[in-house]
């Protein structure tokens, strides 16, 4: 299953990926793309989304907290 793991600021999205990097080194470094919302005119306000596959259920709790602790939120995609 993928997980998007959805930041305002590409510092964040950045420092999840490599942490996440570190913590699960079969899956490798994420992907960090910018995702800009249909319609919006602002660029400045695209998200940043770290692209995350393979996760099994107990790597997703921890995952979270620290998603959290960066200021984002994580969807199923």
């Given at each position: 299953m993928r997980?998007?793991?959805v930041f305002a600021e590409r510092d964040d999205a950045?420092?999840?990926a490599e942490t996440l990097?570190?913590?699960f080194p079969?899956?490798?470094v994420p992907r960090v793309v910018r995702e800009t919302l249909a319609g919006e005119d602002d660029a400045a306000d695209a998200q940043w989304l770290v692209v995350v596959e393979g996760l099994d259920a107990s790597a997703l709790a921890?995952?979270?907290?620290?998603v959290e602790r960066h200021g984002g939120w994580w969807e199923a995609g």
């Open positions: 997980q998007l793991l950045e420092g999840v990097g570190e913590w079969a899956l490798g921890k995952v979270d907290e620290l």
